[in-house]
């Protein structure tokens, strides 16, 4: 429950250690021998050129043994740019939006299971991961949450949210690899949100800290015991008080096996964030977590921009770069995600208004710098 390293099989290499894909690797030693013993008379072998350096983020972040992913919407796969980007530069994709309450779980009785389950399919028919997202949120629920034809007790509540995650985490037992079970429960004091699944009326432990978020982890545990379990917000980049109170959670959770397998980092920024000093934090709240033996996800990162110039576009690039070398030299950083890939449907615009051109391909599915200096630096 608590591995550290994602595994990749025959790729299987140290982070830092040696450099070429175990098939790489095996061409590589069979073109030398080859030369060895061509048997002319020359006994000067002919030198073999390296392989050319991995050609995608995919098969590039393989060699780290970090998944390279990427929030996804089934409704753009019949989109064949879209689908075949997706899939030959990404090992891993999760639902921006069709797992979260509102859309997978719409009536009481009603489970709204296509959408996702066509994400699952794809993901699966091209050797990529599925990351759920999420379970406990206190956004984008439905109705018959948020305006109940009788109040909630803390009884039915516990109950509702119990049987939610029973279903929706059974329904993905063995295919859903990982889950941000409570997404963005922490307000900026590292203190516990006021929202319906705490307090208001909560599942029975208002006024109990991070008591609600241990239960949900335990029902989604029990539903799909190999599932590694999440807990997701924003603003816990670097070491400050909301990333604190994520760390004092982390740490007694660990200490009393609760089943926690890492923390998500969403990462929704802009340049201004590339600071020598907010690297140095960022490197030092992963190490905090992977000391406690947890992994850290960077799960919804997004650079956006107030413009597309070529100034803006390079300070975007070297921040993606400066973002994937902290980790790749942090062991517990085991999943590189970026919020969409495509400026095309990213949600930046519309939530941040004046913003845009936030990810590596442009509306046009072409590599933007950005693109190019992940690659670069993972090769
Ligand atoms: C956003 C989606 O990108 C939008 O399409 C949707 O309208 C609102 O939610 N933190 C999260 C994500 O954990 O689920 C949010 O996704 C972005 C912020």
């Not at 690797?25 to 000067?44: E, K, N, P, Q, R």
Request: charged letters at 15%; hydrophobic letters at 40%.
């Amino acid at each position: 429950m608590h591995a550290l390293k994602v595994s990749f099989g025959s790729a299987a290499l140290s982070r830092g250690g040696a450099l070429m894909p175990g098939a790489a690797l095996a061409l590589f030693v069979a073109a030398g021998l080859a030369g060895c013993s061509s048997g002319s008379s020359s006994s000067t072998p002919t030198p073999t050129p390296p392989p050319p350096p991995p050609a995608t983020l995919r098969l590039a972040a393989q060699t780290h043994n970090v998944l390279m992913g990427s929030a996804a919407d089934s409704g753009y796969l019949s989109e064949s740019l879209y689908a075949s980007t997706l899939s030959t530069e990404y090992s891993q994709l999760e639902p921006e939006n069709e797992m979260k309450f509102g859309l997978i779980h719409p009536e009481p009785t009603t489970y709204a299971y296509a959408g996702p389950d066509a994400l699952v399919a794809f993901a699966q028919a091209n050797g990529m991961k599925v990351r759920g997202h999420n379970l406990v949120w206190d956004s984008q629920l439905p109705d018959w949450v948020t305006a109940p034809t009788s109040p909630w007790t803390p009884a039915t509540l516990n109950a509702a949210l119990s049987d939610h995650i029973a279903n929706v985490v059974g329904h993905y037992k063995g295919e859903v690899y990982a889950w941000d079970v409570v997404n963005e429960p922490f307000d900026g004091n590292g203190n516990i949100r006021s929202q319906i699944w705490y307090d208001s009326p909560g599942i029975g432990y208002a006024g109990q800290g991070t008591k609600f978020i241990e239960q949900a982890l335990n029902w989604a545990h029990a539903a799909d015991p190999a599932a590694k379990l999440f807990v997701n917000d924003y603003s816990v980049e670097t070491e400050n008080a909301k990333s604190d109170g994520m760390y004092a959670m982390a740490q007694d959770f660990v200490n009393r096996g609760v089943p926690l397998s890492g923390v998500g980092l969403e990462f929704h920024i802009d340049p201004t964030f590339d600071t020598a000093s907010n690297l140095n934090s960022l490197s030092q709240n992963i190490q905090r977590f992977g000391a406690l033996g947890l992994e850290v996800h960077i799960t919804e990162l997004d650079v956006r921009l107030p413009d597309d110039t070529t100034a803006s576009l390079t300070a975007q690039a070297q921040t993606y770069k400066d973002l994937i070398n902290v980790c790749l030299a942090q062991k517990a950083c085991t999943v590189f995600q970026t919020w969409g890939f495509t400026d095309k449907y990213s949600w930046i615009p519309s939530f941040f208004p004046g913003y845009g051109w936030a990810l590596p391909f442009d509306e046009n599915y072409a590599k933007k710098p950005a693109y190019t200096s992940l690659l670069t630096a993972l090769q």
